[in-house]
């Protein structure tokens, strides 16, 4: 059984790595069609930057969430973990990065109950930072919701469907049954007010995380831009919104469509539908880099522990 769980997580590695490549091959004519000046340059490589940032920032916010389930784990390993998960969101269905977390978690030796309710606590807490972020640009968010909100109603339908067919399931099964109050216990754990310390450093992890990639973002603007501009905070609120609508509404690899189109909208305020249009344009390429040189870190970080 372990030895098939590998052979399943090593093809789901492969498949993800190759579909990031193919999403890397698409784009190469962007990258070879870039003619930035030196300072354009730079503003690219800050960006990047600021964007491997907000996979620092995840990889501290998820090893605090094991931590409510007393899974100790370094912030090496943890971040290792989620560097290399990462390219699973190029996998249609945007889910991938999150089976990619449990199957590396369980070879880790994280227990598979505490990786995925871990996993769904910093989601749970993730969207809450990112609904406080997005009231920077409060009305985008009102025509977001209104826009995507039948895409938003059955999403959100049918992942308590498929909560309420597990939690049958679990009634049917005797030795489920048998369980329940173990699970109860374990679920309980969340609601300990111990944990709201943790659960605060979560939220002011993930704010950063969304604060670094607006900034990623705003840069990717200013490398495209003539002239120098300044950073609105509405910046920050129309990239949570982005990402949040994108979370909500999954599909595309990568959010890829969805949370562009948004960007688009919301920068077209604040920059000219032009500067939106490259600067979004240029933000996709600089996601793809990140992405990659995370991938590598975490490779990196895999040889250094071997």
């Not at 070879?107 to 807490?125: D, Y």
Request: glycine content about 10%.
């Amino acid at each position: 059984m372990k030895k098939l769980a590998t052979l399943a997580g090593s093809l789901l590695g492969a498949a993800c790595l190759f579909l990031f490549l193919r999403s890397a091959a698409k784009h190469w004519d962007a990258f070879q069609a870039l003619s930035l000046d030196a300072a354009g340059v730079a503003c690219v490589a800050a960006s990047v930057v600021c964007y491997l940032g907000t996979h620092a920032a995840s990889g501290a916010s998820w090893r605090l969430a094991l931590r409510v389930f007393n899974e100790s784990i370094g912030y090496a390993h943890a971040l290792r973990i989620v560097t290399l998960s990462q390219i699973g969101k190029y996998v249609p269905g945007n889910v991938g990065q999150h089976v990619g977390r449990v199957v590396l978690a369980q070879r880790a030796g994280i227990a598979t109950g505490h990786a995925v309710v871990s996993l769904a606590l910093e989601s749970v807490l993730l969207l809450g930072g990112a609904a406080l972020c997005s009231l920077a640009a409060f009305d985008l968010l009102f025509d977001a919701a209104r826009g995507h909100a039948l895409a938003i109603e059955r999403n959100l339908s049918i992942a308590f469907g498929l909560g309420i067919v597990a939690c049958v399931a679990l009634l049917l099964v005797p030795w489920s049954r048998r369980r329940l109050v173990h699970l109860a216990h374990r679920w309980l754990v969340l609601f300990s007010l111990r944990n709201f310390g943790l659960y605060a450093r979560i939220l002011l992890l993930q704010a950063c995380s969304f604060t670094l990639g607006a900034i990623a973002l705003w840069l990717a603007v200013q490398a495209v831009s003539p002239v120098s501009l300044a950073m609105p905070a509405s910046v920050l609120g129309v990239y949570a919104i982005a990402w949040l609508v994108g979370f909500l509404v999954p599909g595309a690899p990568a959010g890829l469509g969805i949370r562009e189109a948004l960007l688009v909208v919301g920068l077209s305020t604040l920059f000219g539908n032009d500067m939106a249009v490259l600067g979004t344009a240029l933000f996709r390429l600089v996601t793809l880099m990140g992405d990659g040189l995370a991938f590598l870190a975490g490779l990196a970080l895999s040889r250094l522990r071997d």
